[in-house]
Structures are given as C-alpha cells and as structure tokens.
C-alpha cells in the first residue's frame, strides 16, 4: 500500500496453511496529517478479531481482541496510525485460544504484551502486510481442529450471503437442532440467525458502497420483503442511514476487498 493522504484499507488472503482458520488479514492506515482525531465506523464480519496497533508520532503500539459484532463499530483513531488484525474464521477461534467467545468484549480489549502476544508484534513486517512469521507463531499454538458441522454451517452461510434458513440448515447437519445450536453458538459467538443476518447486510453493504447499488435494488437482491424492510434492518446493523454510511465509506481507498 503507498504512501497516501487518503484513509486506506486493504486485505490479504491467509496462506493456504491457515485457510481454514482465518478469513484473511486487514490492514487501516490514518495519514499523519489527518486533521484530529478519527471517528470510524467498521461493519460486522462475523469473526474474532485480534487487531494490533502503531503511531509512530506517539510512539505507542498495542494488541487487543474484539468479539464478533451484530451492528457496527464506533470507535476513535489518531493520525498516523497503522491498525492490522486478523479475522478468525467463524468458528476457529476456539481452535487456538480457551476462550468463552460470548464473554469477549463488543468493543475489544487490550491485551499484555507478555511471552506470546509480545512476540505476536516482532512476527509482523514493518509495514504489517507479510504476516508469514506471525502465522508460524499462530500455528504453534493451536489446540485442536475446528468443529466440522458448525464448519459446514457456516460455510454454507457465507455461500448464501446470509440468504438461507435454520431449518435448511439443521437438515443438512447430523446432529439434533438442539445440539447444532449449541454447538454453533459456543464456536461461533452468534447464533445460526444471527451469523446470517451479519452476512446478507454486509453484502447488502458491499453493493451499496463498492458496487454503487441503489437501495430498491439492494431491498429485493438480498431478500428484504420491501425497501422499508432493508432500511430498518439496516438502521438497526449501521445505526445510520445508507447514505450516511456509503459517504464515510466511501472516503476511504479499498484495496483487494475480498470478506
């Protein structure tokens, strides 16, 4: 990513040794001659996040961990700030952290740079954008496989962009409704319907903001009853108007958009 004095976001696929495991890596840079402070919204993806932080002017860097949202995330950046994170595959978390997912905060909490995520910082390129090394270190810790009928839930979710539903989904399981759902939300975070909600208003977000879409168009694509159904869905997932979110959104460059 060059040098800009735009707000960049740009994604990286996993290697295919972590494929599995993590929907990708991101990367979000605030120019140093932002004018103040940053007040940025992020949309929901569905994941655990484990994002880490640099300001040179300040000097500071940091590493949190951010549990899997339903609506969007409002928080302040300081210019000349580099934030990188990792998205967790829904349900993969678990694979490598003895964590309750529905206990992690909605708003992320800072972690101590003690003997593994110290190292989690020095693992990452300069830039943050070769995460080679820090897989390594991911990889050392894992602690088992992901569950595979949640795995085959979600997967067929993120297919769908969202468009399906719970019963169609436990059809396909081997497991009782009961057990599929408890099993889903201990690895996922979120229920069945939660998950898919996140995913067909993401989409509904990347046709609204990437791909220009009007909102009548959007409404029926994604399976909304009407444009009046889509707005209030919406309102409730971005806590703003589409118009609103499209004009920040959109002042932001992205690059290789792929989640």
């Excluded at 059809?171 to 889903?184: D, T, Y």
Aim: charged share 25%.
């Amino acid at each position: 990513m060059k040098t800009s004095n735009q707000l960049q976001y740009q994604e990286f696929l996993p290697s295919p040794a972590m494929a599995q495991y993590l929907a990708g890596h991101w990367k979000f840079v605030v120019p140093a001659n932002w004018d103040g402070p940053l007040e940025h919204i992020a949309p929901p993806d569905g994941c655990v996040s484990l994002f880490m932080c640099k300001n040179a002017s300040h000097r500071f860097q940091f590493i949190g961990l951010l549990g899997p949202q339903l609506s969007m995330l409002e928080t302040t950046f300081m210019p000349d700030s580099v934030f990188w994170g990792i998205r967790f595959f829904p349900g993969a978390f678990p694979c490598f952290f003895d964590q309750n997912i529905e206990m992690l905060p909605k708003q992320g909490e800072l972690l101590p740079q003690d003997e593994w995520f110290g190292p989690c910082l020095e693992n990452l390129a300069p830039d943050f954008e070769d995460a080679t090394l820090f897989e390594r270190t991911l990889l050392k810790v894992k602690r088992k496989e992901p569950d595979q009928e949640v795995s085959k839930v979600v997967r067929e979710i993120i297919k769908t962009e969202g468009q399906c539903k719970v019963a169609d989904l436990v059809q396909q399981a081997f497991v009782s409704e009961r057990q599929l759902q408890k099993r889903f939300r201990k690895a996922v975070g979120l229920s069945m319907k939660e998950l898919a909600r996140v995913f067909r208003l993401r989409a509904a977000l990347v046709q609204l903001v990437l791909q220009e879409q009007g909102v009548l168009d959007i409404s029926f694509d994604k399976g909304f009853y009407d444009q009046s159904h889509f707005l209030h869905e919406f309102q409730i997932f971005a806590r703003q108007k589409p118009e609103q979110v499209k004009r920040y959104l959109r002042s932001i460059q992205h690059h290789n958009v792929h989640w």
